[in-house]
């Protein structure tokens, strides 16, 4: 079964710093798909970016992109130029297609803290 | 934002006492997920349904049952809640496969 790893629970940077979140998964498919979620402390899931594992070329939306490494199995997420807003906890997410029909695994989540 | 209503928003109730949580979308998706949200664990996936009266089962399955009767409306019922099923869960719903889940707001369920 596909497995999903974000390897720091926590994080913290300044606001206007850069940070990077980890994650790593565990696949023998080569097409799949990869996502970013944000859930700050109002509960909603919140798409962050979204990553297509057939495309080379790395996703960005604003301050956020990613570094997708699909030998290594990596998918991390950058943030530019954080904001108090970005603090919340983010979930890596893996999309393939187990046993006939499409699921989507979550990793255990990385808490984002951002310091004034 | 994508029209997901998931009622009720909190329950507190008994252990053995049978539960429905709904979720109601007004996008015509085809696909519908139930996910419990545990400190630690991230999201697992219950149950999932991928056209009318068409459900599977997800990672952590027992103890619930599923139903979807039309596009719009997904159900999740627990026969006889037990203190572990004391969770956050969410519904979400996506176009097609590779497409981001749009996620309701969450459903507090608490069994003493």
């Known amino acids: 079964a596909q497995t999903v790893t974000q390897s720091q629970p926590e994080m913290s940077v300044q606001e206007a710093e850069t940070v990077t979140l980890s994650c790593t998964y565990d696949t023998s498919e080569s097409d799949y798909y990869l996502f970013w979620y944000k859930q700050p402390p109002s509960r909603q899931m919140i798409l962050v970016i979204r990553?297509?594992?057939?495309?080379?070329q790395n996703a960005t939306e604003n301050r956020f992109s990613v570094n997708f490494q699909k030998a290594a199995k990596s998918f991390s997420l950058k943030i530019s130029d954080s904001q108090l807003g970005d603090a919340a906890m983010y979930f890596c997410a893996y999309e393939g297609f187990q046993g006939g029909s499409e699921k989507l695994v979550f990793g255990k989540g990385t808490k984002l803290t951002v310091n004034p | 934002d994508a029209g997901i209503t998931q009622s009720p928003r909190h329950k507190v109730t008994e252990t053995g006492t049978p539960v429905t949580l709904r979720c109601h979308q007004t996008?015509?998706?085809?696909?519908m997920y139930w996910y419990r949200q545990d400190p630690g664990h991230g999201l697992r996936l219950i149950h999932y349904s991928y056209g009318v009266k068409d459900t599977d089962k997800g990672e952590v399955s027992d103890g619930y049952s599923v139903s979807r009767s039309k596009t719009e409306d997904f159900l999740l019922t627990l026969e006889s809640a037990t203190s572990s099923q004391t969770s956050v869960y969410f519904c979400a719903i996506s176009e097609s496969r590779g497409q981001p889940q749009h996620f309701g707001d969450g459903t507090r369920l608490s069994i003493l």
């Open positions: 996008e015509n998706h085809r696909y």
């Open positions: 990553q297509e594992a057939y495309k080379q």
